[in-house]
Structure formats: C-alpha cells, structure tokens
C-alpha cells in the first residue's frame, strides 16, 4: 500500500511559479512510477508528467513540456513537479499517482487527495 499527500498548491500569477511536492508512506515508494494530473472545472482529468521509478525517464504533455519538470527523491519518499511560466489554463487541482508507467489514468493504482493550483491573470 501506498498512500500520497500532495501539497505546494496555491494561487499565482501568471508567469509566476510553484513547486508541488507528493509525499509518499510506504517502503515500495522507489518502485513505482509517479506521476502528476491534473482536472480543471467541469473538465476530464489529464495527464501532465511521469517519471520512472530511477528518475532516468520522464515523459510530459505537449502542454506543459518545457516548463514543468517533475523530479523524485526515493530516499525522502517524494516527488515533486517545478512549475514554471504558469499560464491560466494551469488551473485545476492537480494530483499525485503511483503505479506503471503511462500518460492514462488507468495505469496508476495510488492517488493523493489533490492540491489546488489556482493561476490568475
């Protein structure tokens, strides 16, 4: 079992930045992939990054790419998502998964309770 507490969220201005933290309980943290979604109102949930279990591998969306970058520490149990030149249409709850490695909710069987990012313009 794994359980994850996602926090960092909060309300920026546009081209502002945040950095969200996952904190992850659970000695099996460092063999999964993790990975961030988000859903904005009245939205589906959607993928924005994942990371392996090493760190070596990283895929994200076209619409973050180049100013996200998720990380992980599995000595801390942690992983993050640097979120830079934010945009509103960032906005959205944004949450933490762990499981296999993929762009689809479906692949990941731990999620956190979410964290609120909110980008204004």
């Known amino acids: ?7 960092g969220g909060g309300l920026v201005q546009a081209g502002g930045s ?6 992850a309980s659970g000695r099996t943290f460092s ?3 993790m990975a961030w979604f988000r859903q904005a109102p009245g939205k589906e949930r959607e993928f924005v990054a994942v990371i392996l279990w090493s760190g070596i591998s990283t895929y994200y969306s076209d619409s973050v790419k180049g100013r ?3 990380s992980r520490d599995n000595a801390m149990n942690t992983a993050y998502l640097q979120m830079s030149s934010l945009k509103p249409e960032d906005t959205g709850v ?7 490695f993929g762009r689809t909710a479906q692949r990941y069987d731990y999620w956190g309770q979410g964290t609120q990012v909110t980008v204004s313009s």
């Open 1 to 7: 079992q794994v359980q994850l507490v996602e926090s």
């Open 18 to 23: 945040l950095r969200l933290s996952c904190a």
């Open 68 to 70: 996200f970058t998720i």
């Open 31 to 33: 063999t999964y992939a």
């Open 94 to 100: 944004y949450y933490c998964a762990a499981g296999g």
